[in-house]
């Protein structure tokens, strides 16, 4: 992880001022008339040193100077410290000018006499050095800090991935060799006519369902290693002019003996003059399958998945997947987004909790929206918006 380089930077100059201000719009028009009245009343611009801290990107030093609220500013040197606070600084520091001045002489003078008394140890340069540095390590340690958080949560999750796929890994494998096993001991005894005891249905039934299960092997794998080399990074995607009708129908096709396995009907409403749309087709089927596994995974058997398109506007075009399961609470609607988050009700089932995070990641960096509609006991409808594809990207 790349460090940052430190906030604060040394200063020599005999005044030094903090300004502390926070994301309010209102922030910006105080630092240029705090900056305006420093250049105007200032003898010259190395009298004073104005550094700006926005207390929402450095927390750690608003509590180091104890700060009550935004915007302040603090003379930090000369020492004793002073702090001024409220919506009138450039008043308070207009009326503070005067005697600011005067103590900023008076250390001039002391420190003056110190060199004369000590020539190989400047007292006052020591001193603002000695603050600034004091404030450069306590941003280091917050962001060192806050570094060592963000790597123990990434290992915590990487562990429990590890352990998750070991545990999930283990059923699909066990089918698989329990189906080549059957295989072999079928192909090798005879009956007697001399033909294998397995007929050809039930062999072509077994190696159908050893490939579904191998299938779901290498997709908790790929799920497992995307989340990995995704995680914290942007997602590049390659968009192309795209069918989206087409791509619906393969993902269907690809799907049909998951559907199969619960029994679930599949509803398609697609029109037929759906536009073309502007995406990476290989990140877009992974969407829809991720969408569709859940479909299946959440409804009990017999029921009824939905995949419909619409043509929202000239610009958009939404996907719609759905589905008669269990639904979702609405305080959890946004955080099935978030990565890691499954719903107390579903921890028995196979997941990790990535697939939604991992669709919205992909969603995004096609400035799309994804959202859910659902109520508990009647279903969930996911959504997500694609732009149209115009010849040149649409954004
Ligand atoms: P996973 O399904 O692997 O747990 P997801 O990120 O795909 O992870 O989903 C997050 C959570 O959202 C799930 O654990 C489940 O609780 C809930 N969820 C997702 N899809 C559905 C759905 N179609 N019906 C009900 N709950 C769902």
Redesign the pocket.
Known sequence: MEAQSPQFKLSEAPLQLLLFIDKRPSSGEKIRQIRQFLKETATDDTYYDLQIVDVGEQPHLAEYFKLMATPSLIRIHPEPRQVLAGSDLVAQLSSWWGRWQRVVDEQAAESASHVRDNPASPHTIHSIAHSAELLQLSDEIFRLHREKEELQAQVRFKDQLISMLAHDLRNPLTAVSIAIETLEIGNSSRDEAGGTRLNPALMAQIMKHARTQTKAIDRMIT?ILQAAREKGAGIKIQPEEVDLTALCLEVLNQLEEQFKIKSHQVAIDIPSDLPKVYADPERIKQVMI??L???V???PEHGTIQIGILHRTTQKVQIS?G?D????PEE?QQS??E?C???K???A???????????KRVVQAHYGQIW?D?SPNH??C?HFTLPVYCGVPTA
Do not use: M
């Not at 089932?349 to 669709?359: A, M, Q, R, V, W």
């Open positions: 799920d991720n969408l596994d859940n479909a995974k959440y409804t997947i589905d399961g269990p639904g979702i959890n099935i987004f990565d988050f499954r719903l009700r579903d921890e089932k196979d997941g990790y909790g990535i697939g939604l995070g991992l669709c859910v659902s279903g969930s996911f």
